[in-house]
């Protein structure tokens, strides 16, 4: 039996399987990452990279700065479409074979491929709350404003932020205290497309192994989880697109 194969039975098997995705399953449905060797973090913008256009004190002072850059990548997210690692996730859920999903990437494509128990561990565009008040707009309310060179403002006169985790800022702690439990009750973690290098996110599968889990880690580079994984697959697409095709023999 090949690796693949492996890693269909091993989740039709497992009674708990939690998924834990990075940015290149993101790439699958081509969209640049962030840090990878093309990603897009030390791209520069009116002076600035793009790192510190997600840092905080840049958004708070200067709001229309990180509005400018992001209107042709946050706000343009309906030009991408989930990809096939995507899709056989939330297949997958709907059988009752992968009970969480938990994502470092901030796209919302696993929600629109269908998965419903996803936890957005760096936060989401798809809500935007008033700074100075709490109201809060929709991602579709929020893209024509920001396609028409606007900062989204409140009535109050506070600026809308995105709720995407910017540097400076902490994770959600309701979204991070779920996504722990949920690896803390798995007994299968596969990591995929991610190089478990960002903090806290990365200590998520490490605390599902810490409880018992075996882990499975489809990534291209090696992580510090590899000497741990009971297997370890190196290309995204091929391995779920082959998965695909198993799980068309073994599911309704």
């Known amino acids: 039996m090949n690796l693949v194969g492996e890693l269909h039975d091993l989740i039709l098997s497992s009674t708990n399987t939690v998924v834990f995705t990075g940015a290149g399953v993101s790439t699958a449905s081509g969209i640049r ?28 002072s200067d709001p229309s700065l990180f509005y400018a850059w992001a209107k042709d990548f946050v706000y343009d997210l309906e030009a991408f479409q989930p990809c096939t690692v995507h899709n056989v996730l ?18 919302r494509l696993h929600t629109l491929a269908g998965s419903r128990n996803v936890f957005e561990v760096h936060g989401s565009p798809s809500w935007h709350h008033c700074q100075r008040c709490g109201a809060k707009m ?15 403002m409140c009535s109050c006169g506070g600026v809308f932020k995105p709720d995407i985790v910017f540097y400076g800022e ?8 779920q996504a722990v439990r949920a690896c803390q009750e798995a007994d ?9 290098t960002v903090y806290p996110a990365a ?3 490490e605390e599902a192994y810490r409880c018992g889990a075996r882990v499975v880690i489809v990534n291209e580079s090696p992580t510090q989880l590899d000497r741990r994984a009971i297997l370890k697959l190196d290309n995204l697409t091929d391995t779920f697109t082959q998965l695909c095709d198993l799980l068309d023999g073994s599911l309704p």
Not at 94 to 106: E, H, W
Not at 138 to 152: C, F, L, M, N, T
Not at 170 to 177: D, I
């Open 33 to 60: 990452d962030f840090r990878g060797k093309n990603g897009i973090h030390n791209d520069t913008f009116h002076g600035y990279r793009v790192e510190e256009l997600f840092g905080i004190d840049l958004f708070n």
């Open 90 to 107: 939330a297949r997958l859920e709907r059988s009752g074979l992968v009970k969480a999903v938990v994502t470092q990437n901030i796209d």
């Open 138 to 152: 929709s991602y579709d309310e929020v893209v024509p404003i920001v396609h028409a060179g606007e900062v989204p």
């Open 170 to 177: 902490n994770l959600s702690e309701a979204v991070f205290s």
């Open 188 to 196: 299968l973690m596969v990591v995929l497309g991610s190089s478990l």
């Open 203 to 205: 200590a998520l599968p």
